[in-house]
């Protein structure tokens, strides 16, 4: 019997982002939510870690904008996309 070494994630499972600091604190942005897609990512105040207040890089808040903009392009698309990762197990 072959072990199956992938999982198949959706697309619309994606929407969820953690941030891991090196404190071993995370922060989670859930980019299914309003006010997480509000945001404007590209022009907002540097955020932190929100245990050890540590500056995350700012070329995340970049990739977040750029995140955002893919998602919707992909959504508008109305084509089925998932994502093949390796099985954690
Ligand atoms: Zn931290």
Request: one cysteine or more; hydrophobic letters at 35%; charged letters at 30%.
């Amino acid at each position: 019997m072959t072990e199956q070494r992938e999982v198949r994630i959706p697309f619309a499972d994606l929407f969820n982002v953690v941030v891991e600091c090196a404190c071993g604190a995370e922060l989670s942005i859930d980019f299914s939510k309003e006010e997480a897609r509000k945001v404007d990512w590209d022009h907002s105040e540097s955020f932190a870690c929100p245990a050890c207040h540590k500056t995350f890089d700012s070329n995340l808040r970049l990739g977040f904008s750029k995140f955002l903009d893919w998602q919707d392009t992909v959504i508008e698309s109305k084509q089925r996309i998932s994502f093949r990762v390796k099985n954690p197990n």
